[in-house]
C-alpha cells in the first residue's frame, strides 16, 4: 500500500472512445504527477501539477487531458487516442515541488488501445 | 536534454549472489533515487540519497551516492527470489526539477 491508488487497473479502449484514469492519493502531498511506462523506455513525465495548478506539461499530446480537481485527486481524461499510446500511465505524488521528498507511485493503469 | 545511463539492462544470477548496478550521468544531480518496480505494480522507493560520497542501506541494499554526483550505484546483497523486478534509479538536479529516470536494471534470480 504505497498511499497512490490508481482506477481503473486495466482499460481497453477503441482509438474513438472517450474514457478517464483516475488517481486518488492519501499522503497529504501537494503535487501530483502523470507518467507514461511503455515497453523499453524511461519513465517519462507527462504532466506535473502542484496545489492544485498545472505547472509543467511536457508536450503531450492534446488528447491526453489532465484535470486536478483538488490536491488529492489527478484526472487523466483520454479521447481518439492512437495504439501507439498503449503503456502502463503511472500516477505519482510528493510532499510539494520545492523540497526533497521523494515521489510516491500508484501502481498504474495499463491501457491497450484497439 | 538530461539523460541517465543505467547499466545493465538485465541481470540473472542466481540466488545467494550479490548484484550491483549503477546510473551515470553526464550532468551533476544533486538528489538520487532507487525504486523497484514488481511486475503489473508502480515503482517503489527504495532509498534517496542527498548528499555526495553519502551511503545509505536499507536491508540488504546498499546505495551510494557518487563523490563527483555524476553517478550512483546499488548493490543488493544475498540475492532471494522476491528481488525479481525492475530496478529503476532516478536523479533531480535541484529541489523543484523533475526527476530524469534511468532506463531500469531487470533482475532475474534462478533459486
Not at chain 1, 491508488?5 to 477503441?14: E, I
Not at chain 1, 499510446?85 to 500516477?91: G, K, T
Not at chain 2, 518496480?37 to 551511503?55: H, S
Request: net charge neutral; proline share 5%.
Amino acid at each position: 500500500e504505497t498511499g497512490v491508488t490508481q482506477t481503473p487497473r486495466h482499460l481497453v479502449m477503441g482509438m474513438t472512445n472517450k474514457k478517464s484514469l483516475k488517481c486518488e492519493q492519501h499522503l497529504g502531498h501537494n503535487a501530483m504527477y502523470w507518467y507514461k511506462q511503455s515497453a523499453k523506455k524511461p519513465l517519462e513525465l507527462m504532466f506535473v501539477y502542484s496545489l492544485e495548478e498545472r505547472v509543467e506539461n511536457n508536450s503531450v499530446p492534446s488528447r491526453f487531458s489532465p484535470e486536478c480537481p483538488n490536491s488529492s485527486h489527478l484526472f487523466l481524461h483520454l479521447h481518439t487516442l492512437q495504439p501507439e499510446d498503449s503503456a502502463l500511465y503511472l500516477c505519482a505524488s510528493s510532499q510539494d515541488r520545492q523540497g526533497n521528498q521523494p515521489q510516491h507511485f500508484g501502481d498504474g493503469t495499463r491501457l491497450s488501445i484497439l | 536534454g538530461q539523460q541517465l545511463n543505467q547499466s545493465p539492462q538485465s541481470m540473472f544470477i542466481q540466488e545467494g549472489e550479490d548484484v550491483s548496478m549503477n546510473c551515470t550521468s553526464s550532468s551533476i544531480f544533486n538528489t538520487w533515487l532507487w525504486y523497484k518496480q514488481d511486475p503489473g505494480e508502480g515503482p517503489v522507493l527504495l532509498i534517496a540519497l542527498y548528499k555526495a560520497g553519502e551511503l545509505t542501506s536499507n536491508g540488504r541494499l546498499t546505495a551510494q551516492f557518487g563523490i563527483t554526483r555524476k553517478d550512483s550505484f546499488l548493490n543488493i546483497s544475498a540475492s532471494i527470489p522476491s528481488d525479481v523486478g525492475i530496478y529503476f534509479c532516478a536523479g533531480q538536479r535541484n529541489a523543484g526539477n523533475m526527476l530524469t529516470f534511468g532506463g531500469g536494471t531487470r533482475l532475474m534470480v534462478k533459486p
